[in-house]
């Protein structure tokens, strides 16, 4: 959320409810299916993305959500996993599935910044870095590039932190 009046909360059938300080009331309603799943949240107050499940982008822009066409489509089965804001005021935009990808841009349109056969669970920009979860570790936009940096544990998600990124490990098998 950006202030304590403006919370946003996603479900797995794809509905988008938001805090006003008080109560949450709906203020997306998706599909109801589990492919819709709202995977990660970013940007600002009025310039908010919401990641899904299915290649599913939504943004909404102070007044309601609208879905946002996503270049290039899909080679395969693909899910935006992680949104960053950066300090430019675009975003960027994780996905996994047959392959990795990044996007790039705002509402008004999104690019492709690249494919990688490596699966992006989770990103997150600090200063200028941008580094991302893969299930294997952690890789890094450098040079044009998506490329490992640490493969030495697992990663299920990345949240920022004060100068820092938290990588955190999946849940254990019981």
Do not use: C
């Amino acid at each position: 959320g950006s202030s304590d009046h403006q919370v946003f909360a996603g479900t797995y059938g794809g509905d988008i409810f938001q805090w006003d300080g008080r109560a949450f009331t709906q203020a997306y309603e998706g599909p109801g299916r589990g492919q819709a799943s709202i995977r990660a949240f970013g940007g600002g107050a009025d310039d908010v993305f919401a990641a899904a499940a299915d290649g599913v982008l939504l943004h909404f822009d102070g007044a309601g959500w609208r879905r946002v066409p996503v270049p290039d489509g899909p080679h395969g089965v693909e899910h935006l996993t992680g949104v960053a804001a950066l300090p430019d005021g675009s975003v960027v935009i994780s996905a996994s599935g047959s392959q990795g990808r990044l996007l790039r841009g705002t509402a008004g349109g999104l690019v492709e910044l690249t494919r990688t056969p490596i699966p992006l669970i989770d990103l997150v920009a600090i200063g200028d870095r941008l580094l991302m979860a893969t299930g294997d570790g952690v890789a890094e936009w450098q040079a044009g590039a998506v490329g490992m940096i640490k493969s030495n544990f697992l990663t299920a998600t990345a949240w920022p932190g004060r100068g820092r990124v938290f990588f955190i490990e999946p849940a254990q098998q019981v």
